[in-house]
């Protein structure tokens, strides 16, 4: 086993080593397809939905930009974690050093943040889109749209940063094996023996302010939706209406359904569940929405599916004919 490497200063680890899924090392090659399954579904997805929201004029809507941003942040959390566990179930590279583990930490908790605001946006879209249809061009402007993406983005980084560094002060002196595929907060802070409370309260205190808020934010914008829909007089109009908000709603059971587990599972089922369990959940928890988003959006949109059908048909077209 790799020996802990001390600052003889302040205890800071060389390196950490991840130890993969705790119990059941035996089976990270099997574990490790339906990863890169995944994440080869949530790669090709995401980078095909990009590359037509930029090249089809049809696209360029506000509701498309919000799933750009919304595939742009997914590429991101699945490419900051999945390689590395991958590497780790495929060729036992376990090692990872002090700040890269602090930078993987950042990059992963400001995007899942990122994600969670991308989608109470895409909530207020479908809003504004149903309640305010002939204002919806008006109110969602390009401006207004990079305005809100980039305050998003800020709030993430804002309140993440100090993760960072609630983490590098502390003395790490229990070891440096984290039981997981990857640098989450507190996996890190549990190996130090300092005292890890402010850690666990600001945890605690960035999910309320950025998942509270975000969920708040949607079930209100949905509350408003609901009551728009009904009150139509027509139920095609009403079916029509309710099922451009289909799509967005897969996302968010995909996207929050894990989270949840994962959170309350952590505080309150702790000695009940499985450390393996928490381990699958956590990376189900960045994996599954990149994997599914994507596939639903583009069987759901019907713009998305006729751009994706206009662009099959004529690649059959150009390709030359046998004589």
């Not at 949905?222 to 009150?231: D, F, N, Q």
């Not at 209406?241 to 702790?270: D, K, L, N, Q, W």
Request: one cysteine or more.
């Amino acid at each position: 086993m790799v020996m802990l490497m001390l600052n003889q200063t302040d205890l800071t680890p060389a390196l950490f080593i991840l130890n993969g899924v705790p119990g059941l090392e035996d089976m990270h090659i099997w574990i490790s397809f339906p990863f890169c399954s995944m994440y080869v579904v949530a790669m090709v997805g995401n980078c095909g939905l990009l590359y037509l929201i930029c090249c089809e004029d049809s696209l360029h809507r506000p509701m498309y930009y919000f799933l750009a941003m919304l595939s742009l942040t997914d590429l991101v959390i699945c490419s900051s974690t999945i390689p590395k566990a991958l590497s780790i179930f495929w060729f036992h590279l376990k090692e990872i050093g002090f700040d890269e583990c602090l930078v993987q930490m950042f990059f992963t908790h400001t995007f899942t943040g990122m994600e969670s605001g991308v989608l109470m946006l895409m909530a207020l879209d479908r809003y504004v889109a149903i309640c305010y249809p002939l204002h919806y061009s008006t109110i969602l402007t390009n401006p207004v749209i990079a305005k809100v993406g980039l305050t998003t983005f800020l709030r993430a980084v804002i309140l993440i940063i100090p993760f960072t560094f609630l983490t590098k002060r502390l003395p790490y002196c229990k070891g440096n094996i984290i039981p997981h595929t990857y640098c989450d907060h507190m996996s890190v802070a549990k190996l130090s023996c300092g005292n890890v409370k402010v850690n666990a309260i600001y945890g605690l205190m960035v999910a309320l302010l950025i998942g509270g808020f975000d969920i708040l934010c949607i079930a209100i914008s949905y509350t408003m939706i609901l009551r728009a829909v009904v009150s139509l007089s027509s139920a095609d109009a009403r079916q029509k209406a309710f099922s451009t908000c289909t799509a967005h709603i897969s996302a968010i059971i995909f996207s929050y359904t894990p989270a949840f587990f994962s959170f309350f599972s952590h505080r309150f089922g702790g000695h009940i569940i499985p450390p393996s369990c928490h381990i699958i959940v956590a990376n189900i928890y960045l994996l599954l929405p990149p994997t599914m988003n994507p596939i639903v959006y583009g069987v759901k949109t019907k713009q998305i599916r006729d751009c994706v059908l206009r662009i099959l048909s004529s690649s059959k077209d150009t390709k030359p004919q046998s004589i």
